[in-house]
């Protein structure tokens, strides 16, 4: 066991809510915090994965990087839902879609990940195991979505470890009916399940992988604030 803080987190226990949002890139952390919550006290700073706790409407969250990749991650979700007493992650994130009904902009809300990565192998089962979303999370986004007028969609995401593959399993992918590709779903999902938490993906279209189409760096931390409202709506 890791004494606190850990590693990677720089916090006292008691510093962080029980429910954390997070997203990839720091700064879009921050730009949470400053948009969306008072009082916001940062709490972490470790490796620039920068995490802040402040009060949504009144109710305590806090939102933090998680930096790109299944062991990154991996690794923050980890000690938030080990060594913090973090009982709900939500993970704000992009993808890129693979469906046509989908458009830039459009959120995908994940209940399954499936992934190419072989993060599961760690805990030794006799099969594969399928990481799904926690329901009331999700069935509450999708509420959310429904009342505020969203386009989203419900289904699977690939967790992919490759951002810039050799060659394109696309075509397997699509035949399975996966809505978009992400990079960290499946780590969480299965930290939240072997620590009996509770987990939810939701990503914005940043690009599409059959049109070509594309936003920018900027947009992506700035602009995608729809997703943002629907998790701190779950607090």
Same mark, same amino acid.
Not at 110 to 115: K, P
Not at 223 to 229: A, I
């Given at each position: ?145 429904? +009342?505020? %007028?969203? $386009?989203?969609? =419900?289904?699977?995401?690939? #967790?992919?470890? @490759?951002?810039?593959?050799? !060659? ?25 399940? +072997?620590? %009996?938490? $509770?987990?939810? =993906?939701?990503?914005?279209? #940043?690009?599409? @992988?059959?049109?070509?189409? !594309? ?21």
């Amino acid at each position: 066991m890791a004494n606190i803080p850990t590693p990677h987190i720089n916090a006292q226990l008691g510093e962080i809510a029980e429910t954390v949002i997070m997203a990839g890139d720091p700064l879009r952390a921050k730009f949470m915090a400053e948009t969306f919550l008072t009082d916001a006290v940062q709490f972490n700073s470790v490796r620039g994965m920068l995490g802040f706790t402040g009060y949504y409407k009144g109710k305590r969250v806090s939102v933090m990087g998680h930096g790109m990749g299944i062991p990154s991650i991996g690794i923050y979700t980890y000690e938030l839902y080990n060594f913090y007493d973090v009982k709900t992650i939500i993970r704000v994130g992009s993808a890129g879609a693979y469906s046509k009904d989908l458009k830039i902009g459009d959120l995908i809300l994940a209940q399954g990940a499936c992934t190419d990565s072989n993060y599961g192998h760690q805990y030794r089962l006799d099969g594969y195991y399928a990481p799904i979303a926690d329901f009331d999370l999700l069935r509450g986004a999708a509420d959310e979505c429904e +009342r505020l %007028g969203y $386009r989203y969609k =419900v289904g699977n995401v690939l #967790s992919s470890d @490759v951002f810039y593959a050799d !060659v394109s399993g696309l075509d397997g992918w699509l035949k399975m009916g996966v809505l978009g590709v992400e990079m960290e779903a499946v780590a969480l999902y299965m930290n939240a399940a +072997r620590c %009996g938490k $509770r987990a939810l =993906v939701i990503c914005t279209v #940043s690009d599409h @992988v059959i049109t070509g189409e !594309v936003t920018t760096s900027e947009e992506r931390r700035t602009t995608f604030t729809h997703m943002m409202e629907v998790a701190l709506s779950l607090v």
